[in-house]
């Protein structure tokens, strides 16, 4: 044996990573994805769940690494909804949901007694530009609250859309990714997206909504709200319903078309900002109502959808909104940084009462959203007053960055930082009515749910928007898609055919007749490369100093 064939080849101190002849598997090649391990993924579209519908274990290790670096991508801006205005509140209870009590379904205390009052914060953002990026960009709006219960912190994470783009979490990233600048140019690219949204069928709702004026919310005031995703309320008997949450503005809902929004980003790019900031200034206070659809928690096989997927809407008409609080806001932040800034959410934040479903991208988001936040403010986040409960806490966490103060209990023998112990450590709490304990039987799998409907309530919406919003909507997607190739654009109009047949054909023809590449850019802008040469041809020569 030659010397050669007997060295070890190991990573050297220098790097050197000459360790194997094959460097790819039997069931790869160089362009196989893999994760950081190197282990080939074999299905990039799915987290493993019980049964198709969830809920989610927690060896998925392919979307636990993936989501943990996704996670800590940016210093120390978030890597979504980095720009952001937020101001304090509260919530108001009818006692009621409807016309009934709501201690029927739920035992949650914020909503037990009419008129009882609960401190609120509510963060509104954009998703996908940086910190100080213009509030009049196509975008999905955040629509974030946290209450200040009695019984501890709860977060109502959402978005002024009541749907998403995808419904497994493990497709995040890449959405993102899509989404926010190319890493080489740094330019947000529309061929991207439509790269990635071509070959997500899913996607097909949430584009028909973010491409039409409902993706450019006039300011923040006049905007809806939703928690997006289907979640559980529990009563004293322990029995179970799905609920979705819905806020909607007294203020009225006001949209921009593309054209109205560039006009007022060459005026103010914070308008959304100084609008929600002044009208609290002059005492006009924002208020929304708090609505709830609730359904039984089961599979309900009479829908073509399944209840618990992200991308759908449950439809009034099938589930009626039913009111059950009111919520105002009437104080600005004092520090935009100490509140606005480091204000942070979680959807695993919930209350005695309130529960998650197996919505497989809610679990997701229940690991991402809090692992986030120890990541980008540190694992003593929930001690700055933005993010302490307005209550009790002592626990038995100890140390990490920033630490400036210890939540023990006030009886609690400072040498006991464990439990259980019989020398004065802390003692668990008693269980407060019945327990929900969902059956749950099924194989382990990596696969997608059975009843997707990709393409029904997208046609839906685009046939229930006003002719001036279906226009806005064509525009909008023609102007972005006309510089894509032409692969993605036949995807796209074979997707939104069968969302519905106008709706394609009216995209189709609006590609036909733009005759030039008017270079890549935003998404619903025009002209962008005529920009570029704009701005050099009008710029005014001036004499160096």
Not at 18 to 37: A, P
Not at 77 to 103: L, M, N, Q
Not at 281 to 287: C, I, L, V, W
Not at 337 to 344: I, L, M, P, T
């Amino acid at each position: 044996m030659d010397k050669k064939e007997n060295e070890y080849f190991g990573t050297n101190v220098e790097g050197s990573e000459e360790v194997l002849k094959n460097k790819t598997g039997e069931n790869e090649t160089e362009d196989t994805l893999t994760n950081r391990q190197g282990h080939p993924v074999t299905d990039n579209q799915n987290v493993r769940t019980v049964g198709n519908r969830g809920p989610t274990t927690l060896e998925n290790y392919d979307f636990l690494e993936k989501i943990s670096h996704f996670d800590r991508e940016r210093i120390p801006e978030r890597v979504v909804h980095a720009r952001g205005a937020g101001a304090h509140g509260y919530f108001e209870a009818y006692g009621t949901v409807g016309d009934e009590p709501i201690s029927k379904y739920t035992r949650a205390k914020l909503f037990q007694e009419k008129g009882k009052k609960t401190p609120v914060f509510v963060r509104f953002s954009t998703v996908n530009h940086g910190k100080h990026s213009p509030e009049t960009l196509r975008d999905p709006r955040g629509f974030a609250v946290k209450f200040y219960t009695e019984d501890g912190n709860w977060d109502l994470v959402g978005n002024n859309l009541k749907i998403f783009f995808i419904r497994d979490p493990l497709k995040f990233p890449d959405l993102v990714h899509a989404f926010q600048p190319d890493p080489v140019t740094n330019i947000q690219d529309g061929e991207r997206i439509f790269d990635f949204i071509s070959q997500s069928p899913e996607a097909m709702h949430m584009i028909t909504f973010l491409f039409s004026p409902w993706g450019i919310p006039a300011n923040y005031r006049q905007m809806q709200g939703s928690g997006v995703h289907a979640y559980r309320w529990v009563n004293d008997e322990g029995k179970a319903v799905l609920v979705k949450y819905h806020f909607e503005p007294l203020q009225g809902i006001k949209n921009l078309t593309q054209a109205e929004a560039e006009e007022i980003q060459g005026k103010n790019f914070n308008h959304a900002t100084q609008d929600l900031y002044e009208a609290i200034e002059k005492g006009e206070y924002p208020e929304w109502e708090m609505y709830v659809q609730i359904i039984s928690d089961d599979e309900h096989p009479e829908w073509d959808f399944d209840p618990l997927d992200p991308t759908k809407l449950w439809y009034k008409d099938d589930v009626p909104w039913r009111k059950v609080g009111k919520l105002v806001l009437n104080k600005n932040p004092q520090n935009f940084h100490a509140e606005v800034e480091q204000v942070a959410f979680g959807t695993g934040v919930l209350v005695d009462g309130l529960d998650f479903s197996d919505d497989k991208l809610l679990q997701g988001r229940t690991f991402a959203y809090s692992d986030t936040q120890r990541y980008r403010v540190g694992a003593n986040y929930l001690q700055l007053p933005i993010n302490a409960p307005k209550k009790h806490v002592a626990t038995n966490q100890r140390g990490g960055q920033m630490e400036y103060r210890v939540d023990q209990g006030t009886h609690q023998n400072p040498h006991v930082n464990y439990e259980p112990s019989i020398i004065g450590g802390l003692k668990e709490a008693k269980q407060v009515g019945k327990e929900y304990t969902p059956h749950v039987e099924g194989e382990v799998k990596r696969e997608a749910i059975e009843r997707q409907n990709n393409y029904g309530q997208a046609g839906e919406t685009y046939r229930r928007f006003n002719e001036w919003e279906r226009n806005e909507l064509i525009n909008n997607l023609v102007n972005t898609l006309h510089s894509c190739r032409k692969e993605i654009q036949d995807a796209m109009v074979e997707h939104l055919t069968k969302c519905d047949p106008d709706y394609g054909k009216r995209v189709a023809e609006g590609l036909k007749m733009m005759q030039v590449d008017a270079g890549h850019g935003p998404i619903g802008t025009t002209k962008t490369e005529e920009a570029v040469q704009q701005a050099e041809q009008m710029g005014h020569p001036s004499d160096p100093y």
